[in-house]
Nanobody, 124 residues
């Protein structure tokens, strides 16, 4: 089992920045690829970014390329999502997730463990 706890969400104005953190405990953190997803009420959970075990490989949704950066610190068992130039359409609950597979994947049902989510609200 892997336990994931997100933090860092909040209410900001358009153009501002936030950094989300996801602290992992349980199994060996570096054994897992990590991902960030977002979800609006009643809608599908959508991929934001993913990072490989070592951090060497990253993937991004087209909507966040150039604005968001995913990173990880395996010594601290933490994955981050730096969110810059935030837009009102980025408003959602953001979840981190862990995946035991060999590739950085983008479908929510490929991931094995999930955090409880953190709310990000961007006002115009």
């Amino acid at each position: 089992q892997v336990q994931l706890v997100e933090s860092g969400g909040g209410l900001v104005q358009a153009g501002a920045s936030l950094r989300l953190s996801c602290a992992a405990s349980g199994r060996t953190f570096s054994d897992y690829n990590m991902g960030w997803f977002h979800q609006a009420p009643g809608k599908e959970r959508l991929f934001v970014a993913g990072i490989s075990r070592s951090g060497a490989v990253t993937r991004y949704a087209d909507s966040v390329k150039g604005r968001f950066t995913i990173s990880r610190d395996n010594a601290k068992n933490t994955v981050y999502l730096q969110m810059n130039s935030l837009k009102p359409e980025d408003t959602d609950v953001y979840y981190c997730a862990a995946d035991r597979s060999m590739m950085v994947r983008s479908r929510w049902n490929d991931y094995d463990y999930w955090g409880q989510g953190t709310q990000v609200t961007v006002s115009s």
